[in-house]
């Protein structure tokens, strides 16, 4: 059984398996499967809107995407719910990656 089997047996069994949708997410983006890992990462946050790693992830696939406007949402929505977290690693991160896009 490969990785990406794997996953999706841990999420069949575990749908509310964030950490679980957003490995197979990124198994996606290695193989350039942007709509599923698009997909994946939409449903997390969707559902849980403080899976915060997820926002940065998305943000780079809409821009490889060419949909930057929404990446840029993206973005500017996982930096507000970094600093409520208190999260100033990933708020950073996103503000970097929100920077570069503009």
């Given at each position: 059984?490969?990785?990406?089997?794997?996953?999706?047996?841990?999420?069949?069994?575990?749908?509310?398996?964030?950490?679980?949708?957003?490995?197979?997410?990124?198994?996606?983006?290695?193989?350039?499967?942007?709509?599923?890992?698009?997909?994946?990462?939409?449903?997390?946050?969707?559902?849980?809107?403080?899976?915060?790693?997820?926002?940065?992830?998305?943000?780079?696939?809409?821009?490889?995407?060419?949909?930057d406007e929404r990446a840029k949402k993206v973005y500017e929505s996982g930096i507000e719910?970094?600093?409520?977290?208190?999260?100033?690693?990933?708020?950073?991160?996103?503000?970097?990656?929100?920077?570069?896009?503009?």
């Amino acid at each position: 059984m490969d990785r990406i089997d794997k996953l999706k047996l841990f999420i069949a069994q575990n749908p509310l398996d964030h950490f679980s949708k957003h490995a197979l997410a990124m198994e996606y983006v290695k193989l350039g499967d942007d709509p599923a890992a698009k997909g994946l990462l939409e449903s997390i946050l969707a559902v849980e809107p403080g899976y915060i790693g997820s926002y940065y992830h998305l943000g780079k696939l809409l821009e490889r995407m060419g949909e930057d406007e929404r990446a840029k949402k993206v973005y500017e929505s996982g930096i507000e719910i970094a600093r409520k977290q208190g999260d100033n690693h990933a708020r950073g991160e996103l503000m970097t990656a929100l920077d570069n896009l503009d």
